[in-house]
């Protein structure tokens, strides 16, 4: 990923990773790990909007 396309939360994560000296293989296996995370909490409230009915729904 390009320095111009990593989000500034991910920017500050790799920095403080840095900052505390863990190895980079790390620091990736972290990154995956919350890369996996975000992926799967969208995946449920998609889920959750789709099941719920009009009135129930936020917004």
């Known amino acids: 990923m390009t320095d111009e396309a990593m989000s500034p939360l991910r920017r500050r994560m790799i920095e403080?990773?840095?900052?505390r000296k863990l190895a980079p293989k790390t620091?990736?296996?972290?990154i995956r790990t919350i890369k996996d995370f975000a992926a799967l909490f969208?995946?449920?409230v998609t889920v959750q909007l789709a099941q719920c009915g009009?009135?129930?729904c936020p917004g």
């Open 27 to 30: 620091q990736q296996g972290h």
């Open 16 to 19: 403080d990773m840095t900052i």
């Open 54 to 56: 009009p009135s129930l």
């Open 42 to 44: 969208a995946h449920r």
